[in-house]
Antibody
Framework: QVQLQESGPGLVKASETLSLTCTLSGGSTRTHYWSWIRQPPGKGLEWIGY???????GYNPSLASRVTMSVDTSKNQFSLKLRSVTAADTAVYYC???????????????WGQGTMVTVSS | DIQMTQSPSSLSASVGDRVTITCRASQSISSYLNWYQQKPGQAPKLLIY???SSQSGVPSRFSGSGSGTEFTLTISSLQPEDFATYYCQQSYSIPLTFGGGTKVEIK
């Protein structure tokens, strides 16, 4: 079955760029939407953005000025870059498949295990 | 942005209880509403999509209803493995947004 695995540094210095990669196994990045979602410690979920295999993207306006997402279909990977990080960006970051089908079906159906990223000063 | 408000934020219940969680949207989202379950240290899991459709493999005691601005997730008979935090999420418009969560604890 399809599985997602996040990878990247667990510690990033303030003002630098957070970079994460999600590797897909058991499936293809083609013809699907992919997202990143984060969860600060003890808090709720925040959607960061999505991308499609064509490279088209959509970002949360609250983060759009600092976010770039990209996909490498040849490697079955997609990535997240978040620039100029602060302590407020400390969170567990999840890569997720966004399942869209027909009317009303638009949900996050497959999640990676998540990776904790801490921003240090 | 569409704001999603869940109530209650937490509840205590016993095994076998019927539990209902409410999610309200700040504007109509038709049936673009999903529910997730998250256990400590784990990623969220999709339970219900399109307001009332059960994801494959989800026990039948979980059900969703509603449309427009008000939605409910019902657990018909709470089981020990159901103690978790539940989130609603709208997929009507960007940015996609989540409710603040409802923590279901053991009474």
């Amino acid at each position: 079955q399809v599985q997602l695995q996040e990878s990247g540094p667990g510690l990033v210095k303030a003002s630098e760029t957070l970079s994460l990669t999600c590797t897909l196994s058991g499936g293809s990045t083609r013809t699907h939407y992919w997202s990143w979602i984060r969860q600060p410690p003890g808090k709720g979920l925040e959607w960061i953005g999505y991308l499609y295999d064509t490279g088209s993207t959509g970002y949360n306006p609250s983060l759009a000025s600092r976010v770039t997402m990209s996909v490498d279909t040849s490697k079955n990977q997609f990535s997240l870059k978040l620039r100029s990080v602060t302590a407020a960006d400390t969170a567990v970051y999840y890569c997720v498949r966004r399942w869209r089908s027909g009317t009303y079906t638009d949900a996050f159906d497959i999640w990676g295990q998540g990776t904790m990223v801490t921003v240090s000063s | 942005d569409i704001q999603m408000t869940q109530s209650p934020s937490s509840l205590s219940a016993s095994v076998g209880d019927r539990v209902t969680i409410t999610c309200r949207a700040s504007q109509s989202i038709s049936s673009y509403l999903n529910w997730y379950q998250q256990k400590p240290g784990q990623a969220p899991k999709l339970l219900i999509y399109a307001a009332s459709s059960s994801q494959s493999g989800v026990p039948s005691r979980f059900s969703g209803s509603g449309s427009g601005t008000e939605f409910t997730l019902t657990i018909s008979s709470l089981q020990p493995e159901d103690f978790a935090t539940y989130y609603c999420q709208q997929s009507y418009s960007i940015p996609l947004t989540f409710g603040g969560g409802t923590k279901v604890e053991i009474k």
